[in-house]
């Protein structure tokens, strides 16, 4: 398994999750990572990106300032932070990696991970 997800779970809204990536070494050291989510009855939209060095870091408008993407390069992990989360943020979260840390479509990430659902409770 090349990118593993996990964390996800059922929150009250206005709560916490920090969701999980681990990767392979390869995948870790030579991708960009990303996350990505799809709701239900809705097609999959970018979430969260971060460069191989961690220096470029990008949000959906929707989630800025309520989301942190980071990376841990002693256990090759990407994460995503996420507070006070609103019910529209319930969907089925995805670990991706593209080369370009900049992008935010689906076709450009070559590589997936099984995804983890989050609810969020009004």
């Known amino acids: 398994v090349q990118l593993q997800a996990s964390g996800g779970g059922l929150v009250q809204a206005g709560g916490s999750l920090r969701l999980s990536c681990a990767a392979s070494?390869?995948?870790?050291?030579?991708?960009?990572l990303g996350w990505f989510r799809q709701g239900p009855g809705k097609e999959r939209e970018f979430v969260a990106s971060i460069s191989r060095d961690g220096r470029r870091i990008n949000y959906a408008d929707s989630v800025k300032g309520r989301f942190t993407i980071s990376r841990d390069y002693a256990k090759s992990t990407v994460y995503l932070q996420m507070n006070s989360l609103e019910p529209e943020d319930t969907a089925v979260y995805y670990c991706?990696?593209?080369?370009?840390?900049?992008?935010?479509?689906?076709?450009?990430?070559?590589?997936w991970g099984q995804g983890t659902l989050v609810t969020v409770s009004s």
């Open positions: 070494a390869r995948i870790f050291s030579n991708y960009a």
């Open positions: 991706a990696a593209a080369m370009d840390p900049w992008s935010t479509r689906v076709n450009d990430y070559a590589y």
